[in-house]
């Protein structure tokens, strides 16, 4: 099986290890995918004006984005590159040597955010994006569940092959998690209280989602930095919580709301709570003792 052949389009500085890695990736697109004949694709590493360009040009489109892809062969809807060899036999170019899956696009500076946002490693952000790219050029797509699931499944089936899973919730050291903390507190919307909260949350997926206060000239309708964090996770999916930090000028344990909304989800959670450069930490069942949660009604 020889593996993926990639004609690179490095347009930004990138580390040569992560391009190694990516390289490793691509090959293992091929070999999950079960697909027999050889391949090749196209990879710009690029940065966001570009991307927005790329964007706005082909899809109309007038915003940056983290990956574009662009098949060129069109699958039918419920069949993916291995079932389709005659398809992509018609992509064979002599000059290769290879039947052409199609371009990519992946932008340098979204491969940096986003291993910000999500605490892990860049290189693991930029593996993640390739392979995303590769499954829609092998057919893949999330438009609907079903399919979703599919290519979701895909994904991790190749990326825990090159031993890119993700990252176990304790790789996301306090640190990080505070810093963040810190740097969602400079996003407050406090000009009532002039009191900036900021809280990180860690999901037990990896996932970290930052909230602020935000506050209203209707003063009840306020929201806690806490729980502003927790229903971003939450509408976004991860409802699984291993910790949050929490920052303010003073000391802070989250507020009687914020600890029962916590509680919903992860009873045994940590707290960190920073201020001043001190840490404190404490298990939200020592801070919401005998609370009342989703079992109380049934036991
Ligand atoms: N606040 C939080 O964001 N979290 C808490 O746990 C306590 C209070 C906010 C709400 C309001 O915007 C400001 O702090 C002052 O109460």
């Known amino acids: 099986m020889q593996g993926m052949q990639i004609d690179w389009i490095i347009n930004t500085q ?98 940096q955010a986003q291993a910000a946002q999500y605490g892990h490693s860049e290189l693991r952000e930029a593996v993640y994006l390739l392979v995303h790219g590769i499954c829609h050029l092998m057919g893949y797509d999330h438009i609907d569940a079903a399919e979703k699931e599919k290519m979701r499944n895909m994904e991790e089936k190749i990326l825990s092959a090159v031993n890119i899973q993700r990252d176990l919730p304790q790789q996301t050291d306090d640190e990080k998690l505070l810093s963040l903390a810190c740097e969602a507190m400079t996003r407050s919307y406090s000009p009532y209280s002039s009191y900036p909260v900021g809280a990180a949350l860690l999901c037990k997926n990896g996932r970290i989602f930052q909230g602020c206060n935000i506050e209203n000239a209707s003063f009840g309708l306020s929201n806690c930095a806490e729980r502003t964090a927790v229903f971003k996770a939450v509408s976004e999916g991860s409802t699984s919580f291993e910790a949050i930090a929490i920052a303010a000028r003073t000391k802070a344990w989250p507020c009687g709301a914020c600890r029962q909304v916590l509680n919903e989800f992860a009873p045994n959670m940590r707290v960190l709570v920073t201020w001043d450069g001190n840490v404190e930490e404490k298990q939200l069942s020592e801070l919401l003792p005998e609370g009342f949660g989703p079992d109380s009604m049934h036991t």
Request: net charge negative.
């Open 14 to 111: 990138t580390d040569p290890v992560i391009l190694t890695q990516m390289q490793k990736a691509a090959d293992q697109c091929l070999i999950s995918e079960n697909v027999k004949v050889p391949c090749m694709i196209s990879v710009c590493l690029c940065d966001d004006e570009q991307i927005r360009e790329i964007n706005r040009q082909h899809r109309s489109i007038d915003r940056s984005t983290d990956v574009l892809s662009f098949p060129s062969v069109t699958y039918p809807s419920d069949r993916t590159a291995a079932a389709c060899e005659a398809l992509l036999k018609n992509e064979y170019d002599v000059d290769t040597g290879a039947c052409f899956l199609g371009d990519l696009f992946i932008s340098v500076p979204h491969i």
